[in-house]
């Protein structure tokens, strides 16, 4: 993978916002996981939760953080331990409906972060040049603790911008950093299984989403 390939990853989002009249100040995180009921609900709202942490903001700079199953529940309500791991963040879990992925969703999405690496595989096979901005949750965790946040634009310069430039960063280094274990990259499904396993992956999907909000805004989790 290399910067130049990167750059032209996101040159084509950028054209496609300009044809499909998506606003070029917005920047779009997509969560992926099955069913859209258990992981990638719990990941939107802890990404909303710890960027209004940081920016104190609602319209967080114009990020926008929506998630999808690749065989997702369309309509359905997120699971109920699901939103018990959430309000022990103190995150707002009210309004979710579960949605199906769809071509749409990978097309307007500037990042999309998945469960697993087979979620990542799918949402790579849908095509739309999806390749060089989706990653597994852990994976992007991984590679942006080796940025350097000092190379990527001030939030002064806008929050945008930024992200931008973290995801081309994170997409030029994916190749030469690799995974320790093939299980580092994966967040274990909870559906089913009893409260005290979705906590724990809760506190995995909290851990790993802390650095990537932190890089995203420049701004350090509250204490």
Same mark, same amino acid.
């Given at each position: 993978?290399?910067?130049?390939?990167?750059?032209?990853?996101?040159?084509?989002?950028?054209?496609?916002?300009? *044809?499909?009249?998506?606003?070029?100040?917005? *920047?779009? =995180?997509?969560?992926?996981?099955?069913?859209?009921?258990?992981?990638?609900?719990?990941?939107?709202?802890?990404?909303?939760?710890?960027?209004?942490?940081?920016?104190?903001?609602?319209?967080?700079?114009?990020?926008?953080?929506?998630?999808?199953?690749?065989?997702?529940?369309?309509?359905?309500? !997120?699971?109920?331990?699901?939103?018990?791991?959430?309000?022990?963040?103190?995150?707002?879990?009210?309004? *979710?409906?579960?949605?199906?992925?769809?071509?749409?969703?990978?097309? !307007?999405?500037?990042?999309?972060?998945?469960?697993?690496?087979?979620?990542?595989?799918?949402? =790579?096979? !849908?095509?739309?040049?999806?390749?060089?901005?989706? *990653?597994?949750?852990?994976?992007?965790?991984?590679?942006?603790?080796?940025?350097?946040?000092?190379?990527?634009?001030?939030?002064?310069?806008? !929050?945008?911008?930024?992200?931008?430039?973290?995801?081309?960063?994170?997409?030029?280094?994916?190749?030469?950093?690799?995974?320790?274990?093939?299980?580092?990259?994966?967040?274990?499904?909870?559906?089913?299984?009893?409260?005290?396993?979705?906590?724990?992956?809760?506190?995995?999907?909290?851990?790993?989403?802390?650095?990537?909000?932190?890089?995203?805004?420049?701004?350090?989790?509250?204490?």
């Amino acid at each position: 993978m290399t910067a130049p390939d990167a750059g032209r990853g996101i040159w084509d989002m950028e054209e496609t916002r300009t *044809f499909t009249g998506l606003p070029r100040d917005t *920047f779009r =995180i997509l969560h992926v996981s099955t069913g859209n009921v258990c992981r990638s609900p719990i990941t939107e709202r802890l990404t909303r939760h710890a960027l209004a942490n940081r920016l104190g903001d609602p319209l967080w700079g114009g990020v926008v953080v929506e998630s999808a199953g690749t065989w997702g529940h369309e309509g359905a309500p !997120m699971e109920a331990n699901a939103e018990a791991v959430l309000a022990d963040f103190g995150a707002d879990a009210s309004g *979710f409906t579960g949605r199906e992925l769809l071509d749409e969703h990978v097309i !307007m999405a500037d990042l999309v972060l998945t469960a697993t690496r087979d979620h990542r595989a799918q949402v =790579i096979s !849908m095509g739309h040049s999806a390749g060089l901005r989706t *990653f597994t949750l852990k994976e992007f965790t991984r590679l942006v603790r080796a940025i350097d946040p000092t190379t990527l634009p001030p939030l002064e310069d806008g !929050m945008v911008d930024r992200a931008r430039a973290l995801v081309r960063a994170a997409a030029a280094l994916r190749g030469w950093l690799l995974a320790p274990t093939a299980e580092a990259d994966e967040v274990y499904d909870p559906y089913g299984a009893p409260l005290t396993f979705f906590r724990s992956i809760g506190d995995e999907i909290h851990q790993a989403l802390d650095p990537v909000v932190t890089a995203l805004t420049g701004v350090p989790a509250r204490a």
